[in-house]
Every structure is written in structure tokens, then in C-alpha cells.
């Protein structure tokens, strides 16, 4: 069982920046990747940006260039630091790690972003 905490959400204005930490209880270079997930009011949740044990990144397309993932390997933690905010980046943001075929998740923040 991997335990996931996550910090670093907030109320925000438009243009504004935020940056969210996630700590894995296990070691990270035990998981298959690290990701970070916004599930907007009435949405689904979808994926802001992922890290994969090689460091391979990807980003959702309407992320790429505000958004930057990161990790710290000695403390086991991802980052997800965010510029450029606009109001449709509001929502719960849930840090995922995944090991083989299972799936862990953090409680989720809430960022929203205001006009």
C-alpha cells in the first residue's frame, strides 16, 4: 500500500502561480511512474502531467508551457509547480502513483483559480 500527501493548494487569482508537492510513502524509484490529475467541478479527472521511473515526462496539452512537473528522488516527492493559472485549471488536483497494474491516490487539493 503506497500512501500519497499531497500539499500546496489554494484560492489564487487569474495569472497567478501555485505549486503543489506529493510524498510517497514508498520509495520512488519503486513505482512505474508519478502524475498529477485535475478533475474539474462536473468533470472527469484527467492527467495534468505524469513522471515515469526513466524520467520520461508527459503533459496534457493544455498544460505543456504553464505547467512543470519534478521530483525529488532523496525525498521521495513530485512537484507540480503551475504558472500562467486561468480559471479552468479550478478543480481537485489528485496525485496517482502507479506500481504494475495498481493504482494509489492522495486525498487531492483543491486549487481554484479565480477571474
Known amino acids: 500500500q503506497v500512501q500519497l500527501v499531497e500539499s500546496g493548494g489554494g484560492l489564487v487569482q487569474a495569472g497567478g502561480s501555485l505549486r503543489l508537492s506529493c510524498v510517497s510513502s514508498?520509495?520512488?524509484?519503486?513505482?512505474?511512474?508519478m502524475g498529477w490529475y485535475r478533475q474539474g467541478p462536473g468533470k472527469q479527472r484527467d492527467l495534468v502531467a505524469q513522471i515515469t521511473l526513466g524520467g520520461r515526462i508527459d503533459y496534457a496539452d493544455n498544460g505543456e508551457g504553464r505547467f512543470t512537473i519534478s521530483r525529488d528522488t532523496a525525498l521521495n516527492t513530485i512537484y507540480l509547480e503551475m504558472n500562467s493559472l486561468k480559471p479552468d485549471d479550478t478543480g481537485v488536483y489528485f496525485c496517482?502513483?502507479?506500481?504494475?497494474?495498481?493504482?494509489?491516490w492522495g486525498h487531492g487539493p483543491q486549487v481554484t483559480v479565480s477571474s
Open positions: 514508498e520509495n520512488i524509484f519503486f513505482l512505474n511512474s
Open positions: 496517482k502513483a502507479k506500481i504494475l497494474r495498481s493504482d494509489y
